[in-house]
Antibody, heavy 123, light 111 residues
């Protein structure tokens, strides 16, 4: 059973950088999956942030691309998110998730999720 | 702006049936991209409920079903149970976004 667990600071100052890590257990991050980040601002719905393949290829939400960096650490079976120049609008619960599905990329879905971590941008 | 529109809330009595709609456009559902549905209880990990428009992962009761037509999709829940009370989200690929799009979410209340 694959499990994902987010970790990182729960408070970030405005204009600072939000850094989160997702630890993957029960499976290898080098498997043929995309590893994703999704967030949920307070009282709002889910927003896709971006995803990374174990070889380092990334796809980012265009609205966040200029501030976003994702990376994979195969040695620790973890992947990470860095979001720079944060504002109060970046306050959200951040989820990591596995994007799963064989064949057509556009048929993939998020099959395993972490429980999420609340990150508050607050001075 | 690409959006998937869901009703903010639906409700139903135990044992009855409810449906949750997900309205998209020609750049997502209408383009033929698969629709997936998730169940989310705040404070927990979202759960994949329906994938590929109408398929259930193992372990999901057959009380949950999905369908798609044109630029819209629907999730139906029959035989409502108190444990079904949660937030439900649809999701699809969007070619304008070049990424994954979620609906705004629907809160299901079991009366």
């Amino acid at each position: 059973q694959v499990q994902l667990q987010e970790s990182g600071p729960g408070l970030v100052k405005p204009s600072g950088t939000l850094s989160l890590t997702c630890a993957v257990s029960g499976g290898s991050i080098s498997s043929t999956y995309w590893w994703s980040w999704v967030r949920q601002p307070p009282t709002r719905g889910l927003e896709w942030i971006g995803e990374i393949y174990h070889r380092g290829t990334t796809n980012y939400n265009p609205s966040l691309r200029s501030r976003l960096t994702m990376s994979v650490d195969k040695s620790t079976n973890q992947f990470s998110l860095r979001l720079s120049s944060v504002t109060a609008a970046d306050t959200a619960v951040y989820f990591c998730a596995r994007l799963y599905g064989s064949g057509n990329y556009y048929k993939k879905r998020f099959d395993y999720w972490g429980q999420g971590i609340l990150v508050t941008v607050f001075s | 702006q690409s959006v998937l529109t869901q009703p903010p809330s639906v409700s139903g009595a135990p044992g009855l049936r409810v449906t949750i709609s997900c309205s998209g456009s020609s750049s997502n559902i209408g383009a033929g991209y698969d629709v997936h549905w998730y169940q989310h209880l705040p404070g927990t990990a979202p759960r994949l409920l329906i994938f590929g428009d109408s398929n259930r992962p193992s372990g999901v009761p057959d009380r949950f079903s999905g369908s798609k037509s044109g630029t819209s999709a629907s999730l139906a829940i029959t035989g409502l149970q108190a444990e079904d009370e949660a937030d439900y989200y649809c999701q699809s690929y969007d070619s304008s976004l070049s990424g994954w799009l979620f609906g705004g979410g629907t809160k299901l209340t079991v009366l």
